[in-house]
């Protein structure tokens, strides 16, 4: 399938796409703040986490569902256009991601990651939830890992908002 736009005007829009300081980043820190919650921004840990909790030794990664190819997700599509690249950058982050995780838990690091789809979509949540579900987690301390999304391949998880 042909593109609709030209090559250079893809390129402009796709370079526009930031990966720091999103609205939903923005809006989850502001939560977990209101929360009691603080936090660190300037990680050098690897993969450098969105938020950093170092008194809860705990990590938190906000993952777009096409970036990070969020399988069994309705925001998660390859293009049509350039699939073969579009596979290979997608398969490349989700190996990337895997590796930092790996990382991180051999440092200890607890992990948290709140996926897009749990905010946008026929199945998200609301903001309130997922920070209080997100805070309560943190301040618990068990558990290594929670991830947080609107799906679990094609079932909702959670409380569900139409």
Not at 63 to 90: M, N, Q, S, V, Y
Not at 104 to 132: F, N, T
Not at 139 to 160: H, N, Q
């Amino acid at each position: 399938m042909v593109d609709v736009v030209s090559q250079e005007k893809r390129s402009r829009i796709m370079g526009s796409i930031r990966g720091r300081n999103t609205k939903p980043e923005i809006a989850l820190r502001s939560g977990l703040h209101r929360l009691g919650l603080r936090f660190s921004l300037r990680s050098k840990l690897p993969g450098r986490p969105d938020i950093t909790l170092p008194r809860h030794r705990t990590v938190v990664f906000f993952h777009g569902c096409f970036w990070h190819g969020h399988e069994g997700c309705a925001l998660f599509r390859l293009p049509k256009t350039r699939p073969e690249f579009w596979r290979d950058k997608i398969e490349a982050n989700r190996e990337r991601d895997a590796r930092v995780l790996n990382e991180l838990a051999a440092l200890r690091w607890r992990i948290a990651v709140v996926r897009e789809c749990s905010i946008r979509g026929s199945l998200r949540r609301e903001w309130s939830d997922i920070c209080l579900e997100l805070a309560a987690w943190i301040r618990g301390g068990d558990d290594a890992f929670m991830e947080i999304s609107g799906w679990v391949g094609a079932e909702p998880v959670g409380d569900v908002t139409p």
